[in-house]
């Protein structure tokens, strides 16, 4: 049995060392030069946090009321109906983690690996290959334990995150300023509101995470109060910090080398302070890298979990460790999977598609299921309810759509044939097990 061992503080750092990884510091350049402008890149800084905050609402109110293992799984499920709709919902949700989760891992643990360059000889690709794969490992021994340990070890990550972004912004403050905000293309009349949205896909990016508490819901003490609060003071902790270190590196940089710089806080800060504080900020990156690795791998293990203990995925992912309580060979199945992509994928092919894959499946299903839910149940038994609604939920359910249909062609049709071809998996092995819609009168008389 799970514990309710995370207090406001853990869950707040969890969900702020997973947001924090190496995103923001490999996709500072492409924002850059896909808004081709400083204050291009500021704006969809800012409109990543407002974008998350939004979508934090939906959040919120769902991990309120259903502080569960697995998050979007467990909201799914019940808020569609736990034995009709919601078990397909679920279903897909899953069928998506199953994929997009080891994408995600391994898409960190690489950029890990490219970031490493800048302090060591220049890696051949299996050099690289071979430290992405070495990080994952080291990351499944630091959450083989139970999860009131790993909270202090999150504290203690987070500590961490705070300090390197600290000394990234005071670098901003102490440097005179090199140049103007600056612009690097045909933009210079204004802000190219057309590209925002591509912009927006790794800016968003650099953002998700801040709803890894869902995913613990049913480690958490008070989920009722710590849920809502530790997301929303996560992404404008985070948010902040953000816009802070953008303010910093155009301050320092100018706009040209913003965009073409593949080490741009490591171009900074010796620019500031000279190579040795880039080679210790460098390391101090690949920490803050780490610490969100490790949550972010803390989260997904809960999901097939969760949905394994319904009897919705593999029996095997139920399983817990006989004396740490905790999902040992969730953790060492998604591990292993990690490390198989890190091991034959390029960075661009294990990000491409993250956003996209999780558009349809998670965030739009789950901002739809809050209205289902809302209406089943009643706003008045909602332990904690947004405000305005339902103005955030079609804000929500808008917004990423714009987002969807921003991305390239190749993307937008991985984010559609993935749901389609896991809908088709779960009739094939509904039928097979007389699950709805196949059930048997008898079996949906009892159900309802």
């Not at 934090?56 to 009709?84: D, I, N």
Request: net charge positive; aromatic share 10%; with cysteine.
């Amino acid at each position: 049995m799970l514990r309710r061992e995370l207090s406001f503080l853990q869950a707040t750092a969890i969900n702020m060392i997973d947001m924090v990884g190496i995103g923001p510091f490999v996709t500072t350049a492409l924002v850059a030069s896909t808004m081709g402008s400083s204050e291009g890149a500021l704006l969809a800084w800012l409109c990543g946090m407002v974008i998350a905050l939004i979508d934090a609402s939906v959040w919120s109110e769902l991990g309120a009321a259903m502080p569960k293992a697995g998050g979007s799984y467990a909201f799914l499920r019940e808020a569609y109906g736990a034995s009709t709709l919601g078990r397909l919902m679920s279903f897909l949700f899953v069928w998506q983690t199953t994929f997009q989760a080891p994408l995600v891992i391994a898409s960190g643990a690489l950029g890990f690996a490219t970031y490493a360059a800048f302090v060591t000889a220049p890696l051949s690709p299996l050099e690289s290959r071979a430290i992405a794969v070495g990080v994952i490992l080291l990351l499944m021994v630091l959450l083989y334990r139970r999860v009131k340990a790993i909270g202090a070890i999150s504290v203690v990550l987070w500590t961490c995150v705070i300090a390197t972004m600290g000394w990234i912004i005071l670098s901003g403050i102490m440097s005179p300023t090199v140049a103007p905000l600056q612009t690097t293309s045909a933009i210079a009349d204004g802000i190219a509101w057309n590209m925002l949205g591509a912009a927006l896909l790794p800016t968003v990016y650099s953002y998700l995470g801040y709803y890894n508490v869902c995913h613990l819901g049913a480690e958490v003490r008070n989920p009722e109060r710590v849920i809502p609060r530790s997301m929303y003071v996560s992404i404008i902790g985070i948010g902040v910090m953000y816009l802070s270190m953008q303010w910093a590196i155009t301050h320092v940089l100018d706009a040209e080398t913003i965009a073409r710089s593949p080490f741009v806080v490591s171009e900074m800060l010796s620019h500031v302070w000279g190579y040795n504080a880039g080679y210790i900020g460098t390391i101090l990156i690949l920490i803050v890298a780490i610490a969100s690795l490790f949550s972010v791998m803390l989260g997904y293990t809960r999901i097939p979990y969760a949905a394994a203990q319904d009897g919705l995925f593999f029996r095997v992912f139920a399983k817990e460790h006989p004396t740490g309580n905790f999902p040992h060979v969730s953790l060492l199945i998604l591990g292993s999977v990690s490390m198989v992509f890190a091991a034959t994928l390029t960075l661009g092919d294990s990000i491409k598609a993250i956003i996209t894959m999780r558009v349809f499946t998670q965030f739009i299903a789950q901002a739809a299921g809050l209205m289902v839910l809302r209406r089943r149940v009643g706003a008045a038994n909602m332990p904690w309810r947004m405000w305005l609604y339902p103005l955030p939920v079609i804000a929500t359910i808008a917004i990423w759509l714009w987002l969807f249909a921003s991305a390239d062609s190749t993307r937008q049709l991985v984010g559609v044939v993935a749901p389609v071809v896991g809908a088709l998996v779960y009739l094939v092995l509904a039928r097979r097990d007389g699950q709805w819609p196949f059930q048997s009168k008898e079996y949906s008389h009892d159900a309802h």
